[in-house]
């Protein structure tokens, strides 16, 4: 078993397992999977990034596993987005409404 600076590759993999398991369930039921993507592209491009900087740069298990709260709150944390936007909408069309009766 490989074990560098304390923190062995089975825990890192597993923390990959948790990220994998928390990106399946926020893209279930998602608004558009297009925007549920760019949402969650930043946090796959950090992986990827500690995943080929690795072996030069490592960190904790307690740095990698703040990290992955961070990761699963930001993909988790915009289901209660889609509730705001109908209210937005509502108040974007009386103000266009508003704004036409003005300008006749």
Known sequence: ????????????LGLCAV?????????????DLFTWFLEVLPALIGVAVLAAT??????????????????IAGSQGWKGANLISPVLCQVAQTTRARTRAEGA
């Open 54 to 71: 690795r072996r030069r740069f490592r960190f904790t298990p307690l740095v990698y596993t703040l990290i992955l709260i961070h990761s």
């Open 19 to 31: 990220f994998a398991a928390s990106l399946v369930a926020s893209s279930i039921h998602a608004f």
């Open 1 to 12: 078993m490989e074990t560098t600076g304390g923190t062995t590759w089975r825990y890192e």
